[in-house]
């Protein structure tokens, strides 16, 4: 008989108070009995609807089911059979779009926590994960271009079915994303590069600080041998909002500010790279990326944080758990207000932000009401720190050096019905450097399909 609780077992969390003066995972995580209590309230669907709507299809009742028997290391090998990261995807999977928005428990209640489940599996297997078997080496060399979820994905695919892969990263860390922009306080650093050591044990070979396109073209590898290439190299370029002041000091990029803050440590006294301590700060935008700066901002000491958008409540783009986690910590929101013009004082300082209220009007191309100005409701904020998370692009420079791969007019590459076939033979692509910024699963689905793609190419050449 299932557990018929209708709500989901409550995981632990750091107090709102406390959490904001620390870089500590906020969210606690299951004890073994609080898993086994969840994972109770699985009802082994036949048709397994949560699995449809898992882009890696994690096999979610199987896992769930040994949970539900304490078997925890049984339940962890058949989440990595198809997920690569699951101590990552656990926590930062938007779940509530995906496998838990096609729960059937969600319908009268609330869906059983699949991805705290998930977690819960990865986190107690840390310790104790068997060393993985190498395949037999099919002799054949693939490149795979970034180490973000996308990459690390295809790399472990191509790796498990005897592929020689070896990954270019930029940085001198591999993680994509999940290093340089996503905060501790909600996925450890240490959790990450965990990950990647599993990848290391499967063969894969991690180059570091190689751009791509600069260091070594894509027509350079497969010049050096390599047979086929896949491109995960994301949308990391900012874009900023084009309004006067956008120079002043006190003005970021939400990269620049949670690359120092996640990549360089800045928060850290013993660590080199400086980050400003700032009073008063406006983040522009409502999407995860905004929400994580103000919450590094807070972090860093701010009085005063806010989040500034120019849509209303309903449209944030952010996850509804990270908005409540904002609110909780203090940030406070100006919504249907958009910047005009940063204020600078006689040094080139940020001294306050002009605004302008706005109202919704008829749905746009995305389908979300459009922001429309209220004449004369021009207003400032006083801050000395403005962050702007408005969204990012690609890089153009793997396209500007990349003969006869194609990118769309917002600088994606362009691939075929698949997703992930490019305009040049050889050439995959897959997650944000598709997409345009998007998720961490939908990008590790990408590089999953890739692999197959590319497994598919080979073995006919
Ligand atoms: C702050 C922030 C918070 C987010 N929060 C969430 C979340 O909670 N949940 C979620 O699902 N998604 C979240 N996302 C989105 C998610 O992280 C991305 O969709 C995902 O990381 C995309 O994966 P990727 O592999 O395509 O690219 P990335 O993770 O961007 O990795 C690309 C890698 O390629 C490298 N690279 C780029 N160009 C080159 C080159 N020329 N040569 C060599 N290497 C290169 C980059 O340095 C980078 O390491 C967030 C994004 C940000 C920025
Ligand atoms: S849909 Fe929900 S209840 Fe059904 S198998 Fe999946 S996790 Fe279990």
């Known amino acids: 008989m299932p557990n018929m609780q209708t ?35 699985c009802l082994h669907c036949r048709n397994m609807p949560c699995v449809n709507g898992c882009p890696v299809r994690v096999k979610i009742p199987d896992f769930i089911a040994h949970v539900a028997k304490g078997d925890f290391e049984g339940a962890y090998a058949v989440i990595r059979e198809t997920n690569a990261l699951p101590a990552v995807c656990g926590r930062v999977c938007p779940q509530e779009s995906q496998c838990e928005s096609k729960c059937v428990r969600g319908i009268k209640g609330e869906s059983v926590a699949i991805g705290r489940l998930e977690r819960f599996c990865a986190d107690y297997c840390a310790d104790k994960r068997p060393e993985p078997v190498r395949a037999e080496p099919k002799g054949k060399r693939v490149a795979v271009v970034g180490s973000g979820p996308s990459g690390l994905t295809c790399a472990a695919d191509l790796a498990k079915r005897g592929y020689d892969v070896t990954v270019f990263e930029a940085l001198h860390t591999a993680g994509g994303v999940l290093v340089y922009g996503i905060p501790e306080f909600r996925l450890p650093k240490s959790i990450v590069s965990d990950e990647v050591k599993e990848l290391e ?10 751009v791509v396109g600069r260091t070594e073209t894509v027509d350079e590898l497969f010049e050096n041998g390599y047979e086929a290439v896949f491109i995960g190299s994301g949308a990391g370029l900012p874009r900023f909002m084009g309004i006067p002041g956008e120079d002043g000091n006190g003005v970021y990029s939400a990269n620049e500010f949670l690359t120092r803050i996640n990549l360089m440590k800045a928060y850290r006294y013993d660590y080199a790279t400086p980050i400003k301590h700032h009073r008063r700060v406006a983040v522009v935008g409502g999407g995860n990326v905004a929400m994580d700066a103000a919450r590094c901002a807070a972090r860093l000491g701010a ?14 783009p952010a996850r509804r758990e990270e908005v409540h986690h904002a609110k909780e910590e203090g940030i406070e929101f100006r919504l249907l207000t958009n910047p005009t013009k940063i204020n600078t004082d006689e040094n080139g300082n ?42 990012t692009v690609p890089n153009p420079l793997i396209r500007m050096t990349t003969s006869g791969l194609d990118t769309n007019r917002h600088g994606c590459i362009v691939t075929a019905e698949d997703g992930v076939t490019t305009t040049k033979e050889g050439v995959y692509a897959g997650g944000d450097a598709v997409t345009g910024a998007a998720t961490v699963i939908l990008a590790m689905g990408a590089g999953r399909e890739a692999a197959e793609k590319i497994d598919g190419y080979l073995s006919a050449k």
């Open 7 to 41: 709500d989901k077992t409550v995981m632990k969390e750091q107090a709102p108070e406390i959490r904001r003066t620390n870089w500590l995972e906020v969210a606690c995580g299951y004890t073994s009995d609080e898993a086994v209590n969840e994972a109770q309230r």
């Open 201 to 210: 044990k499967l063969g894969v070979k991690i180059m570091t600080d190689v």
């Open 303 to 316: 009085e005063k944080v806010y989040i500034v958008y120019r849509r209303g409540e309903n449209e944030l």
């Open 350 to 391: 940020v001294c306050s932000v002009t605004c302008i209220s706005m109202e919704l009007g008829e749905p746009d191309a995305s389908g979300r009401r459009r922001p429309v100005e209220i004449p004369g409701s021009e207003h400032d904020i006083d801050v000395d720190a403005v962050i702007i998370a408005v969204g």
